[in-house]
């Protein structure tokens, strides 16, 4: 079976499945990832996808996933899970990658639903 669903004002997904569960969890995985339709800091639509890659000094690759707005230069980050699979990071984590939580238990939002301006200070 296969879908094809307007996610945002810019993006159109095709997903396939064998069953609608598996073709719900695509459109699921796919609205977390692309669903974003305007910055969280400026509220600007002029957003786009960018992708870096690269080796450190030890040898090993990275890659960055992000969104940036062409308005205010601000970056929502994507993490990358065990799974190979992207999410847009969220929630604030500690050195270690663990989520930080507030004193009754509750996962810290990064503000401006986790869209960042770079700050060289």
């Known amino acids: 079976m296969q879908v094809q669903q307007k996610i945002n004002s810019a993006t159109i997904v095709t997903v396939e499945g064998e069953t609608t569960?598996?073709?719900?969890?695509q459109l699921a995985k796919a609205f977390a990832v692309f669903g974003v339709g305007e910055?969280?800091?400026?509220?600007?639509?002029?957003?786009?996808?960018?992708f870096r890659s690269g080796i450190d000094k030890e040898g090993t690759a990275y890659s960055y996933h992000e969104m940036k707005c062409a308005s205010c230069y601000s970056t929502l980050s994507?993490?990358?899970?065990?799974?190979?699979?992207?999410?847009?990071?969220t929630f604030e984590v500690d050195k270690k990658g663990k989520q930080v939580k507030t004193d009754d238990g509750k996962p810290v939002r990064i503000e401006n639903?986790?869209?960042?301006?770079?700050?060289?200070s």
Do not use: M, R
């Not at 569960?21 to 969890?25: A, T």
């Not at 910055?39 to 960018?50: F, H």
């Not at 994507?78 to 990071?89: A, C, F, M, R, V």
């Not at 639903?113 to 060289?120: L, P």
């Open 113 to 120: 639903k986790g869209w960042t301006k770079y700050s060289s």
């Open 39 to 50: 910055c969280g800091a400026c509220e600007s639509k002029d957003i786009y996808p960018n």
């Open 21 to 25: 569960s598996e073709v719900f969890q």
């Open 78 to 89: 994507y993490g990358l899970g065990k799974d190979k699979e992207i999410y847009p990071k």
